[in-house]
């Protein structure tokens, strides 16, 4: 056990050495009742020796054999050498034979030997710091034996676990069977992971290894997938079942990550992104050039999952008009299910993707649908509204006025009551055939916005060259319209030029009641923003829709 604990502790296995450690202590211990025995009479020896049922760990030489539970080991001229196999007995059971004379003495160089190691051990134990539940290595003797490493030319990879969903168990199950489960998973990390690698507990339910000589990131996510195997195995307690999980992040020392805590946090880095991604995965850290290829491909899927399985929903934003006279307007905005969380994701985080993947076509025609869908139901309670929705650049070919025309018939909507939302930037590469789509779709009575008007290099010119009923200031402005004297004479010159133009002017992202007085001092025509109204499914929509309307129908009355 002496000889076991070192090699333990040249290896940085320091709770196995310190098992081991204290077997010697016992083994000590016996050793000293034994000396004592034979310091008094031979006879006591071999009378225990039958006493413990007669073991035949008898050697011949002139040496000490003693069979500790399953192994031999056998000391020799005060080195201790280990042999397979031997008689397995009872816990602590010693068997001693030898030629005394020569035992005796050898027996005071052994034992202050043994104490000596003792110390040293104990010392080093304490020093490791071991965590008193998992018996794995403290945070700081990972890092210290990490900091040894990473001068040699190759260090290796770290790899970070975090248990799922552990409060739960912690939670459902109590405390003392969290700390089972924490144990229970140390014995599998060590059991997955090679006898050179140091295994620390990190902190409540997470753990480092740390593994010297891997290079490559192949090899070390290999081995991280080891270990994730080895937690995943069904786990009993009591009468429940367990089966943990666990999140995992790896990193490998390089060139570009020659410190021990830019290692580390590498680690950290690819796990958060494992729980992220959706948890129980292995994630490496590496180029972001891999994780943006990942979101795309993760994306697309989500996309397609949506579009077949109904996982798209439009939300209704208010458009408030400055006119009386004028009903209020809704824009419709999309929103995808997100297939990891079940909550709803924004266009930001997917439409670039839509575009490159060809999937626009098909999610616009989705949206139009369902668009037309809701005002015909809106339509059919006879309280007037304008519906705006948002149309990209690879939707606009000359099919796209029938496609509308047809839209509209199905679900029975007037086209005066639609508006057709194109962003700037969509149209800066619009041909000639998609400028005469526009003027064909207008001429059937749908009216064109301009999106996000003044984010584009040379907004002038658009208005010059599409037919544009709706220009919709990029909130960008609405947000300095107060303070910022430059916005505030853009906002003035685009509801200059609406007069000659004839186009009305819209104020996005109004959020304060000061930007709502202010565009209405300088003549825009209505409002959009989180003040008037954040989008809200379709159902709340339509209660604010007739709410408001009869509101106004009331106060029409009484004035
Ligand atoms: P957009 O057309 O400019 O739509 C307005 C966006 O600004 C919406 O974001 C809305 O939630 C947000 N917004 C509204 N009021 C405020 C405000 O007071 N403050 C702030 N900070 N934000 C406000 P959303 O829904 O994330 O949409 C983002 C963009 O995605 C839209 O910008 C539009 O260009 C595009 N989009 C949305 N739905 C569709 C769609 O069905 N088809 C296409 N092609 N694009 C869409
Ligand atoms: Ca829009
Ligand atoms: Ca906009």
């Known amino acids: 056990h002496e000889l076991l604990a070192e090699l333990a502790r040249r290896d940085h296995r320091l709770d196995e050495a310190f098992r081991h450690l204290q077997t010697t202590r016992c083994l000590e211990d016996e050793f000293r009742a034994r000396a004592g025995a034979l310091a008094e009479d031979r006879v006591p020896l071999l009378a225990a020796v039958d006493g413990r049922g007669g073991a035949d760990g008898v050697d011949e030489a002139d040496r000490l054999v003693v069979v500790l539970e399953d192994r031999e080991v056998v000391i020799e001229g005060g080195r201790a050498v280990i042999e397979g196999g031997g008689a397995v007995l009872d816990d602590g059971q010693v068997v001693l034979e030898r030629r005394v004379e020569s035992l005796e003495s050898n027996l005071d ?10 110390i040293d051990l104990r010392d080093l134990a304490d020093r490791s710091q071991l965590d008193p539940l998992t018996g794995l290595a403290s945070r700081q003797h ?3 034996v990490l900091n040894e490493l990473i001068g040699a030319p190759s260090p290796g990879a770290v790899i970070a676990i975090d248990l799922d969903r552990f409060g739960r168990i912690n939670e459902t199950l109590g405390h003392e069977a969290g700390d089972t489960v924490l144990a229970e998973v140390a014995q599998r990390l060590r059991r997955s992971v090679r006898p050179r690698d140091t295994l620390a507990r990190w902190g409540g339910d997470e753990f ?9 990131l192949a090899a070390a996510t290999a081995a991280a997938e080891v270990v994730r195997t080895a937690i995943t195995a069904t786990l009993r307690i009591g009468d429940d079942e367990i089966v943990p999980s666990a999140s995992i992040g790896v990193a490998v020392a390089g060139d570009s990550m020659a410190d021990p805590a830019a290692l580390l946090r590498a680690a950290d880095t690819a796990l958060e992104r494992a729980k992220a991604l959706g948890k ?9 050039l891999a994780d943006d290829a990942r979101r795309r491909f993760d994306t697309e899927a989500a996309l397609r999952h949506a579009l077949d399985h109904g996982g798209f929903e439009l939300h209704f934003q208010p458009v408030h008009p400055n006119r009386p006279d004028e009903p209020l ?27 490159e993947t060809g999937l626009a076509r098909p999610i616009g025609d989705w949206v139009l649908d369902a668009a037309c869908a809701a005002a015909g139901t809106w339509a059919r309670t006879g309280v007037p509204f304008h519906l705006a929705v948002n149309v990209s650049a690879s939707q606009l070919d000359p099919a796209f006025p029938d496609l509308v025309a047809a839209t509209l018939a199905r679900h029975g909507v007037e086209a005066s009551i639609l508006v057709i939302e194109l962003t700037e930037h969509s149209l800066l590469e619009a041909d000639d055939a998609q400028v005469a789509a526009l003027v064909d779709l207008r001429s059937t009575g749908v009216r064109i916005a301009l999106d996000d008007f003044g984010t584009a290099y040379s907004s002038l010119s658009h208005l010059r060259r599409f037919p544009v009923d709706i220009v919709k200031i990029d909130q960008s402005f609405v947000a300095g319209i107060c303070r910022n004297e430059r916005d505030h004479a853009i906002v003035r010159a685009v509801v200059d030029l ?18 709502l007085d202010q565009q209405r001092r300088l003549g825009c025509d209505g409002a959009q923003g989180f003040l008037i109204g954040r989008p809200k499914p379709a159902a709340a929509f339509a209660e604010l829709l007739s709410t408001r309307f009869m509101f106004e129908a009331l106060s029409a009355r009484s004035a």
Do not use: K, N, W, Y
Not at 208 to 216: I, N, Y
Not at 280 to 288: L, P
């Open 109 to 118: 160089e052994r034992t202050r030997e043994l104490e000596q190691a003792l």
């Open 498 to 515: 609406a007069q000659t133009f004839h186009f009305q002017v819209i104020a996005e992202g109004v959020e304060t009641t000061e930007q």
């Open 142 to 144: 990972l890092t210290d």
């Open 280 to 288: 129980g995965r292995v994630e490496v850290f590496g180029d972001e």
């Open 208 to 216: 480092m290894v740390l593994l010297p000589g891997l290079r490559d």
């Open 329 to 355: 307007a809704a824009e419709a905005l999309l929103r995808m299910s997100d297939p990891r969380t079940g909550g709803l994701l924004s266009p930001g985080s997917f439409l670039d993707v839509a575009e």
